[in-house]
T-cell receptor, first 116, second 114 residues
Framework: GAGVSQSPSNKVTEKGKDVELRCDPI?????LYWYRQSLGQGLEFLIY????????KSGLPSDRFSAERTGGSVSTLTIQRTQQEDSAVYLC??????????????FGAGTRLSVL | AQKITQTQPGMFVQEKEAVTLDCTYD???????LFWYKQPSSGEMIFLIY??????QNATEGRYSLNFQKARKSANLVISASQLGDSAMYFC???????????FGTGTSLTVIP
């Protein structure tokens, strides 16, 4: 597809279960970002991938959160032992690369995670 | 200190009128990029407009323009001839070349009144 694709669009899980959220960036985009948006809030940076470089994990809120990006394309955000405070919309974005002045991020529609 | 500050949690504008959404930023880097995004109720973030710190002219994209005042560190979004479809959340963001992050403000909710 032409845009950033995220799946699932909605995920309901029970407290303590693990969840995996998927992001398929725009073809050719080397940079990929994950954000979390709680209800009525702004975007909280989680993690950044740039090409084959080591990811910037500085935004991950706890060690229950992890992410990988296979083959420089698709990324998976994993949340282990989910808690109710993990309920939020998880947004993925991709861009052409780090060293461009006009580094526009293009966002997916997000995954709405509800932890019961 | 907050990197991006949006002081208007909610704004109302009459259809066909112009509206300005405020954004101030904080950086010591001389090179940076400023972005505005729209987030309708569907949730997807839509890129609207970009302003580079070295750009001589204010950015414009159709009905969107950016009132860039570098000395005041402000990058206000102006929407002309508001339409009902402009009702959404609007986020200001900044990127510094030395880091990986985009810094987002808390957003402004715009409601266009018929």
């Amino acid at each position: 597809g032409a845009g950033v694709s995220q799946s699932p669009s909605n995920k309901v899980t029970e407290k303590g279960k693990d969840v995996e959220l998927r992001c398929d960036p725009i073809s050719g985009h080397t940079a990929l970002y994950w954000y979390r948006q709680s209800l009525g809030q702004g975007l909280e940076f989680l993690i950044y991938f740039q090409g084959n470089s080591a990811p910037d994990k500085s935004g991950l809120p706890s060690d229950r959160f992890s992410a990988e990006r296979t083959g420089g394309s698709v990324s998976t955000l994993t949340i282990q032992r989910t808690q109710q405070e993990d309920s939020a919309v998880y947004l993925c974005a991709s861009s052409l690369g780090r060293n461009l002045a006009k580094n526009i991020q293009y966002f997916g529609a997000g995954t709405r995670l509800s932890v019961l | 200190a907050q990197k991006i500050t949006q002081t208007q949690p909610g704004m109302f504008v009459q259809e066909k009128e112009a509206v300005t959404l405020d954004c101030t930023y904080d950086t010591s880097d001389p090179s940076y990029g400023l972005f505005w995004y729209k987030q309708p109720s569907s949730g997807e973030m839509i890129f609207l407009i970009y302003q580079g710190s070295y750009d001589q002219q204010n950015a414009t994209e159709g009905r969107y323009s950016l009132n860039f005042q570098k000395a005041r560190k402000s990058a206000n979004l102006v929407i002309s001839a508001s339409q009902l479809g402009d009702s959404a959340m609007y986020f200001c963001a900044m990127r510094e070349p030395t880091g990986n992050q985009f810094y987002f403000g808390t957003g402004t909710s715009l409601t266009v009144i018929p």
